[in-house]
């Protein structure tokens, strides 16, 4: 059982450049999660998905867009890289109602922007 | 004030330390309660998750919660090397699981 699959785990890009981070789950969640963790800023979110076909913006979505491909993809987007976005992101997804509120996380993307 | 507070220490406890990580919160709303470990350059993986006020214990770890305080804790008894980590309390006020707020990590040194 894989639980939580991101790539890449490492990629360096220009400023301007674009990208794709995929995330995929296997536990048939319906909530996906895309986060960033920074040096003593925490875990923040950047966009979620309750469920297929629906997304919603988190604390910090500026710079960044997402596709809920179908119940196991959640992808993001930097579509012009900016060296602010120099992070660890993580894709996270988590059950709801009958199957449990706990958030189950990927192994992160490390991302340098330079 | 921030919605979660934690200290980030560092925290470091010679081996077979009780441990005491805290969290304290604002939002009376929060209903669901967890604890993460992360390991160095690796994702947070669940530790323990709780309902509401109460204890829950699990092996070596036990978590509590206080409503009443806003208070949340995990212990860890007979603490070992391995569980240098970073610690995360995180809670949710729904059961949808779409407000997740996380506390930002206490790291933890365990020394041998």
């Known amino acids: 059982n894989a639980g939580v699959t991101q790539t890449p785990k490492f990629q360096v890009l220009k400023t301007g450049q674009s990208m794709t981070l995929q995330c995929a789950q296997d536990m048939n969640h319906n909530s996906m999660y895309w986060y960033r963790q920074d040096p003593g800023m925490g875990l923040r979110l950047i966009y979620y998905?309750?469920?297929?076909?629906?997304?919603d913006k988190g604390e910090v979505p500026n710079g960044y867009n997402v596709s809920r491909l179908n119940k196991r993809e959640f992808s993001l987007r930097l579509e012009s890289a900016a060296p602010s976005q120099t992070s660890v992101y993580f894709c996270?997804?988590?059950?709801?109602?009958?199957?449990?509120?706990?958030?189950?996380f990927g192994q992160g993307t490390r991302l340098t922007v330079v | 004030q921030k919605e979660v507070e934690q200290d980030p220490g560092p925290l470091s406890v010679p081996e077979g330390a009780i441990v005491s990580l805290n969290c304290t919160y604002s939002?009376?709303?929060?209903?669901?309660f967890m604890w993460y470990r992360q390991y160095s350059r690796k994702g947070p993986e669940l530790l323990m998750y709780t309902y509401s006020s109460g204890n829950k214990e699990d092996g070596r770890f036990t978590a509590q919660v206080d409503k009443s305080s806003k208070y949340i804790s995990l212990f860890i008894r007979d603490s070992q090397p391995s569980d240098s980590a970073t610690y995360l309390c995180?809670?949710?006020?729904?059961?949808?699981?779409?407000?997740?707020?996380f506390g930002p990590g206490t790291r933890l040194s365990v020394l041998p």
């Open positions: 996270a997804s988590s059950g709801w109602g009958g199957q449990g509120t706990e958030a189950f």
């Open positions: 939002n009376s709303a929060f209903q669901y």
């Open positions: 995180a809670m949710s006020d729904d059961n949808y699981g779409q407000n997740f707020v």
């Open positions: 998905s309750a469920s297929e076909g629906t997304t």
